[in-house]
């Protein structure tokens, strides 16, 4: 999907139109605690003109009334060059998505694959390219099994690191790649394996404390030097200006009340900054090599998903 003519960085987004605190799936969830929804509505579009303004071309998927964490898209799958790995949630209110990103990818010229339904898979949420190396947290969404599996299907390397803090459920809140060899992340949502293996695999990690870290800093949307968090991250921002990089803070408290921030409401189409496949397929645009899915991954069969949203 690196187009030989555009430049421009892709990003998913789906529009908040059905977006609330409707059930609670993880520590931020209070049902208790709702969504001001022309606050979140303004926040989502201010979040859309900073990516615009840092040079992206934003796709929407259309929202779905009942699916209310579809606005979080970075759960959708885990895009690798023109094939995307479906997610299998492991949040039964979450699963009514899966039918609507996979006929998206598949309309838009993706190759789509499943995993077995045995297996749970949160997309970018929790798996993140740092270089060559697929980054993955396990436990309390994704598991281990089918990240080892992803490793087996995109012949690259992965690291599970177990997420062991609730408030930390998925890797994009603790983890952010920069470039290849240049990543944020908040030491406490791992374990002393974990925080060992990161160190071993990211050549400079950015530390981000733990304030900062409940207000999202780690989940940051990277486009060139351009990083786009919530606000209250002053001093990751600054860390970051250090190192030549263009902070940009926009409000998102609507969407924290969901554990989610910038980062979790998009999905690069087009590779991750930091994914050292994105970089060759930008030199090597002629189009990437499409490899058959081995056992274990199967493409998905088309599905009609304008009859099947789980409106409730
Ligand atoms: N309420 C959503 C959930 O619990 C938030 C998802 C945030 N997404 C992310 N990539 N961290 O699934």
């Given at each position: 999907?690196?187009?030989?003519?555009?430049?421009?960085?892709?990003?998913?987004?789906?529009?908040?139109?059905?977006?609330?605190?409707?059930?609670?799936?993880?520590?931020?969830?209070?049902?208790?605690?709702?969504?001001?929804?022309?606050?979140?509505?303004?926040?989502?579009?201010?979040?859309?003109?900073?990516?615009?303004?840092?040079?992206?071309?934003?796709?929407?998927?259309?929202?779905?009334?009942?699916?209310?964490?579809?606005?979080?898209?970075?759960?959708?799958?885990?895009?690798?060059?023109?094939?995307?790995?479906?997610?299998?949630?492991?949040?039964?209110?979450?699963?009514?998505?899966?039918?609507?990103?996979a006929?998206?990818?598949?309309?838009?010229?993706?190759?789509?694959?499943e995993?077995?339904?045995?297996?749970?898979?949160?997309?970018?949420?929790?798996?993140?390219?740092?270089?060559?190396?697929?980054?993955?947290?396990?436990?309390?969404?994704?598991?281990?099994?089918?990240?080892?599996?992803?490793?087996?299907?995109?012949?690259?390397?992965?690291?599970?690191?177990?997420?062991?803090?609730?408030?930390?459920?998925?890797?994009?809140?603790?983890?952010?790649?920069?470039?290849?060899?240049?990543?944020?992340?908040?030491?406490?949502?791992?374990?002393?394996?974990?925080?060992?293996?990161?160190?071993?695999?990211?050549?400079?990690?950015?530390?981000?404390?733990?304030?900062?870290?409940?207000?999202?800093?780690?989940?940051?949307?990277?486009?060139?030097?351009?990083?786009?968090?919530?606000?209250?991250?002053?001093?990751?921002?600054?860390?970051?200006?250090?190192?030549?990089?263009?902070?940009?803070?926009?409000?998102?408290?609507?969407?924290?009340?969901?554990?989610?921030?910038?980062?979790?409401?998009?999905?690069?189409?087009?590779?991750?900054?930091?994914?050292?496949?994105?970089?060759?397929?930008?030199?090597?645009?002629?189009?990437?090599?499409?490899?058959?899915?081995?056992?274990?991954?199967k493409p998905a069969t088309k599905t009609?998903?304008?009859?099947?949203?789980?409106?409730?």
């Open positions: 999907m690196t187009g030989t003519s555009s430049h421009r960085s892709r990003i998913l987004m789906c529009p908040p139109d059905y977006y609330g605190i409707e059930y609670e799936i993880n520590a931020w969830m209070r049902r208790d605690r709702p969504v001001d929804k022309q606050a979140a509505a303004e926040q989502w579009n201010r979040l859309r003109q900073a990516l615009e303004a840092a040079g992206a071309v934003i796709e929407c998927v259309p929202p779905v009334a009942g699916l209310p964490d579809m606005v979080f898209t970075a759960n959708a799958g885990l895009v690798y060059h023109q094939r995307v790995i479906l997610s299998r949630f492991r949040p039964p209110q979450r699963r009514g998505e899966e039918a609507h990103f006929s998206w990818f598949a309309d838009h010229g993706f190759q789509v694959s995993l077995p339904r045995e297996m749970y898979f949160e997309g970018a949420g929790d798996a993140l390219f740092c270089g060559e190396t697929l980054i993955a947290g396990y436990r309390i969404r994704s598991n281990a099994r089918s990240q080892q599996l992803l490793g087996d299907v995109l012949h690259c390397r992965v690291i599970p690191l177990e997420l062991v803090d609730p408030y930390f459920y998925h890797l994009d809140t603790c983890f952010c790649p920069l470039a290849p060899g240049v990543a944020l992340y908040f030491p406490a949502a791992f374990d002393d394996y974990g925080r060992r293996a990161l160190a071993e695999a990211v050549a400079e990690l950015i530390e981000i404390p733990a304030d900062e870290a409940r207000n999202f800093a780690a989940n940051a949307v990277v486009l060139g030097t351009t990083v786009v968090t919530n606000t209250g991250c002053p001093t990751v921002h600054r860390r970051l200006r250090d190192r030549g990089y263009h902070p940009v803070a926009t409000p998102l408290s609507e969407f924290v009340k969901a554990g989610g921030s910038a980062k979790c409401l998009t999905l690069r189409l087009d590779g991750e900054e930091a994914a050292l496949w994105k970089v060759k397929a930008a030199v090597n645009a002629a189009g990437a090599a499409q490899t058959a899915a081995p056992a274990g991954v009609n998903s304008a009859d099947s949203s789980a409106a409730k």
